[in-house]
């Protein structure tokens, strides 16, 4: 499949830099709040053609597009495919690197990485990979001793690097993260001051299984007063059975800056894009990891925010709708509780992970 790209390159004499993020929230957030620190840089982008960053990315970076999958744990018919797709969409990024006259590649992990890393290490110029998960994935774990710095978001993710260069920053938010920080704005939604809030949000995709248990408990809470926003993904086919004036469901909300702030309590998977939010906005939260992620890695995740005393840790097999229905009235009960967990989210956070992060590439990657 050749090389598709949105927009026209740009010539010019800064310095030019490749950045390989695709697929979900989790990796294109972290990259997109990077690049922003990043002004004397022309960005073009690598990605794929069906995935969030064809609606990202476009409107401010060139995007260029290539077909790569996720790679199988057993090796068969299947696996050799994906193999000569990756050598064909190595070729196809040491072109575009080499046409492009960049610098050096910026990723975030996942599939887009292995071609990117592959085809940069090939042309000997750097690459600085961030990994935002506390368990490496599987593309991290292989190729980190090809990146000229793994920048890490848990410190404890050194251990599954031994022969990388890592080094610590957090994980990068987006701006209005930072912007809401600073002076906290009026949110877009119709809930009423001091009234009790919990948002429930399953990662950029939603999370089908939680909401269900969600809309179950979700009378209980109402009759105690408690409002809930619901950010329920695109795919449930249910999102809309449930309707009440103490409650709003949205597939998906822009202002999750807003919206964690303004929350006494989230509910949500064990993302690290939204982990760190979490932590950014202090934000108490009831975990429920994604079960099915590669590695089981959210588990890991959600281990160091309930370790620390930032989150309330449940998998997903273990939680009733009882369970939760109580968990939450209690927590909302108990403003001490809820404010030591806030106390502890903020200890996690790193706030200007973007700018670490930022400033690690202009060091490792220049004209
Ligand atoms: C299912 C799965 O494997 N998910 C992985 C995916 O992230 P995935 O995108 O699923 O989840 P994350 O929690 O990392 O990120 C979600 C992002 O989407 C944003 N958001 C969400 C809902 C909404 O309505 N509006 C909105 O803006 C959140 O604020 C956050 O920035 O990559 C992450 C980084 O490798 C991993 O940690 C996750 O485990």
Redesign the pocket.
């Known amino acids: 499949m050749p090389l598709a790209t949105t927009a026209g390159s740009s010539t010019s004499s800064r310095p030019k830099l490749l950045v390989a993020a695709s697929g ?4 294109l ?1 972290p990259a997109l709040a990077t690049v922003e620190q990043l002004p004397d840089y022309d960005i073009e982008w690598l990605g794929v053609p069906d995935r969030l960053e064809t609606q990202l990315v476009p409107d401010r970076y060139s995007l260029h597009t290539i077909a790569v999958t996720g790679f199988q744990q057993r090796l068969g018919l299947g696996s050799l495919k994906i193999f000569s797709r990756l050598v064909g969409s190595i070729l196809q990024v040491r072109q575009l690197l080499r046409q492009g006259q960049f610098q050096g590649v910026f990723t975030t ?2 599939y887009i990485a292995a071609p990117a890393i592959l085809a940069a290490r090939s042309l000997g110029l750097p690459v600085i990979l961030h990994e ?2 506390l368990l490496p ?1 599987k593309v991290t774990r292989w190729l980190s001793p090809f990146c000229r710095a793994v920048a890490i978001g848990f410190t404890d993710s050194a251990q599954y690097l031994p022969r990388a260069q890592t080094v610590h920053v957090g994980t990068p938010v987006r701006s209005q993260f930072r912007s809401a920080l600073a002076e906290s704005q009026p949110l877009n939604l119709p809930i009423p001051d001091g009234a009790p809030l919990i948002v429930v ?1 399953g ?3 939603g999370a089908v299984a939680v909401n269900r248990l969600v809309r179950q408990c979700a009378p209980a809470w109402f009759d105690a007063g408690i409002w809930v926003v619901h ?1 329920t993904g695109e795919s449930d086919p249910e999102a809309k059975s449930l309707s009440h004036p103490q409650y709003l469901s ?1 597939p ?3 202002d ?1 800056a807003g919206i964690l702030q303004r929350a006494n309590l989230v509910i949500s ?7 760190t ?1 979490l932590a950014v906005t202090q934000s108490p939260a009831i975990l429920i990891p ?1 079960p099915y ?2 590695e089981d ?2 588990t890991y ?1 959600a281990k160091a925010f309930a370790q620390a005393g930032a989150a309330l840790l449940f998998q997903q097999n273990e939680l009733t709708a009882d369970l939760l229905q109580s968990k939450v009235l209690y927590l909302l009960q108990s403003p001490d509780v809820l404010g030591q967990m806030a106390e502890a989210m903020g200890k996690l956070a790193i706030v200007d992970s973007a700018e670490q992060l930022a400033d690690l590439i202009q060091t490792l990657i220049k004209i």
Do not use: C
């Open positions: 979900t929230g989790g990796h957030f992990g996942g935002s998960n994935g949000v990662g950029s995709q950010l949205l998906f909300y822009g999750m998977r064990a993302g690290a894009g939204t982990l939010e994604y992620a590669a890695h959210q995740n």
